[in-house]
């Protein structure tokens, strides 16, 4: 009944912040900067995962060290099966410590939410991005390898006609002389649709009959 007592009483209180934490990275952050909804739902999943094996092992025999030693072993393996940029993995790391500050009951739910917005709040200061304009993400695999990162940017922006946010390199395969990246792009504007309306009026004025 006691255990019953406490679930409700303090793992449920900071559960709750611990979502509301995470939500707010994941959403409010993240996916209104950079529009990957599929990195904010992974950043959630793993924070809740973290979170409930967390109290798994406090409640258990198993050493706290030992078993957040094994987890972040698991973590390692699985972030470097996939390339992030480093503020993706920023990302996934602020993920991961509200998980621990909200899961391990240090100085009350009051200190935890006081670190909660230390973090968050370093986050919303740090991740300025220089473009907010919300741009589409791409994958392109390109028949050409570039040793020059500013060439490749060039090169893709006069390929695709789009003015190139964000690009990283996720493969480069010498044997086959192909380049994978992901790229954010925006519609670049076009000169001559702004000239368009001024052209006609030119025109009229030459041609009075118009």
Excluded: K, W
């Excluded at 209180?13 to 707010?24: E, N």
């Excluded at 086959?176 to 030119?202: C, K, M, Q, W």
Aim: include cysteine; hydrophobic fraction near 50%; charge should be negative.
């Amino acid at each position: 009944m006691n255990g019953g007592l406490d679930i409700v009483s303090d793992v449920l209180p900071r559960f709750g912040v611990d979502l509301a934490a995470i939500c707010l990275l994941a959403y409010a952050l993240y996916f209104r900067r950079h529009r990957r909804s599929d990195l904010a739902g992974a950043f959630v999943l793993l924070n809740v995962s973290v979170f409930l094996a967390i109290l798994v092992i406090t409640g258990g025999e198993v050493g706290l060290a030992v078993g957040l030693g094994l987890f972040a072993i698991l973590s390692i393996v699985r972030l470097r099966s996939e390339t992030f940029s480093p503020t993706e993995l920023g990302y996934f790391f602020v993920a991961l410590t509200l998980a621990l500050i909200n899961a391990i009951d240090v100085s009350g739910l009051e200190f935890a939410l006081v670190l909660d917005g230390l973090a968050l709040g370093t986050v919303l200061a740090l991740d300025r991005r220089r473009d907010q304009r919300s741009g589409r993400e791409t994958l392109v695999t390109l028949e050409l390898v570039f040793s020059d990162h500013d060439a490749l940017r060039r090169h893709l922006g006069e390929r695709l006609d789009v003015e190139v946010l964000d690009l990283r390199v996720l493969e480069i395969d010498y044997v086959r002389e192909t380049t994978r990246v992901s790229l954010r792009a925006a519609e670049r504007p076009h000169l001559e649709d702004v000239r368009t309306i001024p052209e006609e009026l030119h025109a009229a004025h030459a041609n009075p009959r118009a």
